[in-house]
Every structure is written in C-alpha cells, then in structure tokens.
C-alpha cells in the first residue's frame, strides 16, 4: 500500500470515528441555517432557538433517529473528502515546495493553504452527491420543519429520487458553494493545527503525544468554523432548495443579506462551533494515531515484499 493511500484511509477512518461524536450538532446547524429562509427577521419563526434547545427539541419530538438523521451519508462522505484531505494535504504540499524551494522541508503559508484548499475541493467534488443527499435527510422534520422539505426513505432512495427527477446534473447541484466552503475549511485547518503544534511545542516545551494533539485540534477547530461558516450557509440552502431559488453562491449570499440582514450568514455559528470543535479535535487526534497505525501495517507489508523481489 502507497504511503498517500495508507493517509487516505487513515484520513477517512480517523473523520467516521468524529463524525459519530458531533452528528446531533450537524443536524440542529443545518436546521438553525435554513429557519426563516429568506424571511424578513420581524416574520421569521423560530422553531429552533438555539444548540441546546435544538438537541433538546429534536430529541424529544423525533427521538435519537431525528439526531442522527443522515449519518449513513455522512461516513461515506467524510471517507471521501477527508480522505482526499488528510491524504492529499502531504503528498501536495511537499511536492510543490521540493519544486519551489528544492527542500520539501520548508513551510510555506501560501503553499500550505494552496494544498489544503486544493486538497478539500476536491474531496468535497467526489463526496458532493452523499452531501446533498445527507443535508436533505437532516433538514427534514413532520413535527419542526424548516426550509424546503424532502422526503427520503434512505440515502439510496435520496440519491435515486434525485437521478431520476434532474439526472446526473442534480446528483451535483449546489458543487460550486461545497467546493468553496471546503476549501475555505481546508486551507486554514492544517495549516493551523501544524503552526499550532510547532508553537505550542516551541513556547509551551509541549512533548509530542495526545495532550499536543489536542491543543491544537482545539485552536484549529475554532479559526476553522470562523472561516468557514458564511460558505458552509450558503451550501446548506443551496443543497436544500428545490428548483434554482439561488442561481449560484454569490446569488444565494446577495439574497439572505439583502433579505435576512448581514448576520444571517452566520445563522446556527454556535452549532456549528459545537459540532466542529469535537470533529475537528477527534479527527486530527485519530489521525495522529491511525496514521501511525497505517504507517507500522505499511512498514510490515512492505518488509514482506522486499525478500520476495530478492528472490
């Protein structure tokens, strides 16, 4: 197995394991982002008032499958995209700076951020149609809902209604404002979670092990879902909407300011700061150890392989 396939598995592994975790916030975000959808603020009702009376609302009305509405399409896709992230981010970043610098050593801010925002779009491009499958299971509610509603058995059924009602097209309706919210994402979440290691460890005489890992998961996650909530907004409606409501980000951006005011972009930040902080945090820290773990099966494989050429 290639060391980036080894970091691509260990990536996506790493993303199931904290998107287990931090589910129930996705949920509440997604309904908090789509609540008085293009609604004057004075006529806008709200169902959902907040994370806790969010978790507590859907709990009680729909039970523990309310929460973890979605979750099937929430594995594959963060199989996917953070796969290509944590499995690309490396291999992208050391190859461009070995051509630049001749030392794939160096720290660049430019080329980091370049590698993770290429790293993520193109996770969020393959993982895009498990994406919107999964925004649609999780706006859904008979009891509260919010926004557009669509009515899914499963993920399979989500993914089939939609073939065959727009196509192959519609499997990939709202790409564009996915694959620019995940870059945002992506550009500051390693870079930040490695400049936070190297100055913790720097200033603070952290030793490398969880309590290092998990600082910086920490400090990663909060600037991550700073940067990356208004995009993360528009996708969610964008993903959500029936019809061409919005014709694109920018449109979709235009209209929730000039409608809903400029805080409206930001709607349900809270949620998701409670849903990025774990993910982020459990994902960085599973992937230090699945990483390693991948690294000693690798070493094992290729140990084995060696005398075998010899012979």
């Not at 953070?82 to 499995?87: I, Q, Y």
């Not at 160096?106 to 993770?116: A, D, E, M, P």
């Amino acid at each position: 197995m290639a060391t980036t396939a080894g970091a691509f598995l260990a990536g996506g592994i790493a993303a199931c394991g904290a998107v287990t975790v931090s589910h129930p916030f996705e949920v509440v975000k997604v309904r908090l982002q789509l609540q008085g959808e293009l609604q004057t603020k004075q006529n806008q009702p709200r169902l959902y008032k907040g994370v806790l009376h969010g978790v507590k609302v859907i709990g009680l009305n729909e039970g523990p499958r309310g929460l973890f509405r979605g979750i099937g399409c929430a594995y594959i896709y963060q199989l996917v995209l953070n796969g290509c992230r944590l499995g690309f981010y490396e291999p992208v970043r050391s190859n461009i700076t070995k051509t630049i610098f001749k030392d794939s050593s160096v720290q660049s801010i430019g080329i980091n951020l370049f590698s993770g925002a290429s790293s993520g779009a193109l996770g969020a491009f393959l993982g895009s149609p498990f994406f919107l499958v999964k925004t649609r299971l999780q706006s859904y509610s008979p009891f509260l809902p919010v926004g557009t509603q669509h009515r899914y058995r499963n993920a399979v059924d989500g993914l089939g209604q939609i073939y065959r009602s727009e196509g192959i097209r519609g499997l990939w309706r709202g790409v564009g404002s996915a694959m620019i919210r995940t870059s945002f994402g992506s550009s500051v979440q390693l870079p930040t979670y490695f400049l936070a290691k190297r100055r913790l460890v720097k200033h603070l005489n952290m030793d490398e092990g969880l309590p290092l890992h998990l600082a910086s998961s920490t400090i990663s996650g909060f600037v991550v879902c700073c940067f990356m909530h208004p995009p993360d907004t528009v996708m969610s409606r964008m993903y959500n909407q029936t019809g061409n409501l919005y014709k694109g980000p920018l449109d979709c951006i235009y209209k929730i300011i000039k409608t809903e005011g400029v805080l409206a972009i930001y709607k349900g930040f809270f949620a998701h700061l409670a849903r990025i902080w774990p993910h982020t945090i459990l994902t960085l820290t599973f992937a230090e150890q699945t990483n390693k773990l991948m690294r000693k099966v690798e070493n094992r494989l290729l140990s084995r392989e060696a005398p075998e050429k010899d012979l």
